[in-house]
């Protein structure tokens, strides 16, 4: 095509877009701050533990998805997870209780009272709502299933996937999928059973059935093999300075690591980067308020710990995904995924892995705790849930000060001010989880939808 694109973040989204438009004979370059690439997306193994320190798997949601793994060669080291990660426990009264997977399961689950499972009869009846004002999804979930539910169910769930709080999260924005069951079906049963039939026709799958995968290395497969199959086009430990537009075109000043400045002309430009970061570099005046404005999305701390375990020293079988915790038990973590049981290959034999997520909305001040702090209070809550005998024999700590973006109330302005810089500013693209949904899944959807459009731009 004779045509060219910088792209700025060498995270999963910009990756994805970077071997799109080179698929598509564009020139590329793609230019990251850091010396490494994958951003969040980064396995370890050490000591015989393999560990993700972001993202610990990626759901099959949609075809874009598994074409991508196709296309870069990773079919052969794909992992499904193990069957047993079917089974979700939440922590009620201390104990931990098996989320119900069917109506049967539901109906004798301990993990909601009597009240509270015929409170779900009401559903269907419950009209939708007229949209008076932006509700937070604790609303949302109040008025349409009740209190038990929000404790129970979102609130442990919101704080696991999103390291958020319902009180405060969108659900227009955070949650659309649910947002859109209310307002085109009148509810969430009667959008579950008739929002199949379109799923099914756009051959997507919802997330709560979508498969999860991992590659037998961990997730930095990924941006490990697109790494090697963009070669030279990338340009690492790489700063970007200033963005102007040319008559037709863009020029982008970078510096490297030894200070050294070079200008890159380019057809189109892609951010991939953070949004908290989109104020570092002038682009122009009359969007420098959008720019800052997208660098006040919140960003809650998060510290991950994996820990390893010898087998013995643990009660609990791990026969699940893992163990998510409401606020209103008190405990001093968010939850645990059981990882050694999710695949295989990540422990050595006898022992056992556990990745647990601490700080986050709830807590943030945990998560800026030091590493001996942390692993003593993680200890002490997975012995009440897991019956934990002994201290870890492994630790590994990753501390995010700015892990994920909240889709907060009134997170429309953000996604306007996105729009407004792209409408603003011809050629200039933005992709990355503040846009479209935070998973891995929704960011490799949204940077394979933006860069059909900057092919049709480019045309």
């Known amino acids: 095509m004779n045509k060219s694109v910088v792209i700025i973040g060498g995270g999963i989204a910009g990756l994805t877009a970077a071997f799109r438009l080179q698929q598509s004979g564009v020139n590329v370059t793609l230019v990251e701050k850091s010396g490494r690439l994958g951003g969040a997306m980064y396995s370890k193994k050490e000591d015989g533990f393999l ?109 696991g996937v999103y390291a958020g709080d319902p009180d405060s999260l969108s659900v227009v924005h955070g949650f659309s999928k649910l947002y859109q069951l209310e307002q085109t079906y009148g509810g969430l049963i009667k959008g579950q059973i008739k929002g199949a039939r379109e799923r099914k026709k756009r051959k997507e799958v919802s997330k709560q059935t979508a498969k999860m995968f991992s590659f037998t290395s961990g997730l930095r ?119 050694s049981t999710l695949f295989e290959n990540r422990a050595p034999k006898d022992k056992v892995l556990l990745t647990v997520f601490i700080g986050g909305s709830r807590q943030p001040d945990n998560a800026m705790k030091s590493t001996s702090e942390l692993t003593e209070m993680a200890v002490k809550d997975l012995n009440i849930m897991l019956g934990v005998k002994k201290s870890p024999i492994y630790v590994s700590h990753t501390f995010w000060a700015q892990a994920i973006p909240q889709y907060q109330v009134g997170y429309g302005v953000h996604k306007e001010a996105i729009s407004s810089l792209e409408d603003q500013n011809p050629g200039l693209f933005f992709t990355g989880n503040y846009r479209n949904g935070i998973s891995v899944a929704d960011t490799i959807v949204n940077s394979e939808e933006i860069t059909d459009k900057i092919k049709t731009f480019i045309k």
């Open 221 to 339: 497969e990924v941006p490990d093999r697109l790494e090697t199959l963009l070669g030279t086009s990338i340009l690492k430990r790489t700063v970007v300075k200033d963005i102007s537009p040319l008559r037709n075109a863009w020029a982008v000043t970078i510096s490297d690591d030894k200070n050294k400045s070079k200008v890159l002309n380019a057809d189109a430009i892609l951010y991939a980067g953070r949004a908290a970061d989109l104020h570092t570099f002038t682009l122009n005046r009359k969007t420098h308020t959008y720019q800052t404005d997208l660098s006040k999305i919140y960003h809650p701390p998060v510290s991950v710990l994996t820990l390893g375990f010898n087998r013995e020293d643990i009660v609990h079988p791990l026969d699940g995904f893992g163990v998510l915790i409401p606020k209103v038990e008190n405990f001093q973590i968010l939850g645990t995924l059981f990882s």
């Open 51 to 159: 560990s993700e320190i972001g993202p610990n798997t990626i759901l099959e949601t949609s075809p874009l998805v598994t074409q991508l793994v196709k296309d870069i060669g990773l079919e052969d080291s794909k992992v499904y997870a193990n069957d047993t990660s079917s089974n979700r426990y939440i922590v009620r009264n201390k104990k931990m209780e098996a989320l119900p997977t069917s109506p049967l399961a539901f109906l004798t689950s301990p993990l909601f009272s009597w009240k509270a499972k015929l409170r779900l009869f009401r559903e269907p009846f419950i009209p939708a709502w007229d949209n008076r004002f932006e509700e937070s999804l604790s609303q949302f979930v109040l008025r349409r299933l009740g209190m038990e539910f929000l404790d129970y169910a979102i609130n442990p769930f919101v704080a």
